[in-house]
């Protein structure tokens, strides 16, 4: 079998990975240098409890996070998912040395066209598609409007400054401020270590629902002086967005969707990366099992996002419908250390709770990872 993977971010090079162990021919396309050109909070946060750790690119684990309304609330989310802050760049090329040397052949600075797309699919067997929102294959088949239905769209620069107080913690600020039309909507803090920082905004854009989407530069700007973080130095800067709904439709002939380019963006926080993975060795999984397996791909993915999918749901109900004054009392509830108190919210929230039962308690079937 020959296998072409377009993009190496972590859903192609995991798919990579999976595929090389299984002896296919892979051929790994890059429109960069591979870790070049990363717009991320990087953070991954392990929301199905399958992850392995990440090893080289690892900057230390997030046992706790602030969640800030009107107040600051911490919540210790690592009693019950995995976070982990990253530099992705060199997690990312660490990966493709190992995919190398399980015999992938990687090529950078390759930009794949609509044309060269069709000729791949002459000269593969199958083709991955992880080169993100919207991808190649939609701009051939002409499906990139899918990507806008319903999206995050976010802006974010790396800071030098003193973390030192939040570091290793990482926070997250609710606002009254983009409304409720566009939320989920947040502010992060991402400490690297004690000097440095992902600090960024995210909006959530519904089609059909706004003229004029809010100016994320402005609005983050006004956050890092509110921080006091007006005097750090920015040391990169960029923006992006990720569809926030799983594709009606991952494949297209000889082509599967992988990672945001299927749509896989959480559509709650905006985190990406363990889907993305997961994707990657679904795709490789269905492509060895033929058009039976590639039949059910998305039904897997699906089946992953069910009970996640069902949680977000209802958290981003409530930041649509509660006023901010009554969200900050949800936040402080829920994160509160007594078990009464949280109880007391169940039942003031009983639309929560089930899903909430589910998420914390129930673990999906870990698939086969291959680092």
């Not at 046992?63 to 210790?76: I, K, R």
């Not at 390759?110 to 044309?115: A, D, L, N, S």
């Not at 709904?245 to 363990?274: E, F």
Request: aromatic letters at 10%; hydrophobic letters at 40%; proline letters at 5%.
């Amino acid at each position: 079998m020959k296998l072409a993977i377009i993009g190496a971010g972590p859903g192609g090079l995991y798919a990579a990975l999976s595929a090389a162990k299984r002896n296919i021919a892979v051929d790994l396309f890059e429109k960069r240098k591979v870790g070049e050109g990363i717009v991320c909070g990087e953070c991954i946060f392990d929301s199905l409890a399958i992850m392995n750790q990440p090893e080289k690119g690892l900057l230390h684990r997030v046992d706790e996070m602030v969640l800030q309304g009107l107040d600051s609330y911490p919540f210790p989310m690592s009693r019950h998912r995995k976070l982990w802050m990253m530099d992705r760049r060199i997690w990312q090329q660490e990966l493709a040395h190992f995919a190398s040397k399980l015999g992938v052949v990687i090529h950078e600075n390759v930009r794949i066209t609509q044309e060269r797309l069709r000729q791949m699919q002459q000269n593969y067997d199958w083709i991955l598609d992880a080169s993100g929102a919207p991808s190649v294959t939609s701009r051939l088949y002409g499906f990139s409007g899918d990507y806008f239905r319903e999206y995050l769209l976010s802006h974010q620069v790396s800071l030098a400054a003193d973390f030192s107080s939040l570091w290793p913690r990482i926070k997250i600020v609710c606002s009254a401020n983009p409304p409720a039309e566009f939320q989920p909507a947040y502010y992060w803090i991402f400490p690297k270590n004690k000097e440095t920082a992902n600090v960024g905004v995210v909006c959530t854009i519904r089609e059909g629902r706004h003229a004029n989407p809010p100016h994320l530069k402005p609005l983050l700007a006004d956050f890092i002086q509110r921080e006091g973080l007006e005097n750090a130095a920015i040391l990169e800067k960029g923006g992006g967005m990720g569809a926030s709904a799983m594709l009606s439709r991952l494949a297209y002939g000889n082509i599967l969707l992988v990672g945001d380019a299927a749509g896989l963006t959480s559509s709650l926080h905006g985190g990406g990366i363990d889907m993305a993975c997961l994707s990657g060795i679904l795709a490789v999984d269905a492509i060895v099992q033929g058009d039976a397996g590639v039949s059910r791909y998305r039904e897997k993915l699906a089946r992953y996002l069910s009970e996640k999918a069902s949680l977000e749901k209802v958290a981003i109900r409530k930041m649509r419908t509660l006023n901010f004054h009554d969200f900050d009392h949800l936040l402080r509830d829920i994160t509160s250390p007594s078990i009464f108190v949280r109880f007391k919210t169940a039942l003031r929230h009983l639309d929560m709770f089930y899903p909430t039962v589910m998420w914390f308690g129930k673990k999906k079937a870990k698939p086969d990872w291959p680092v």
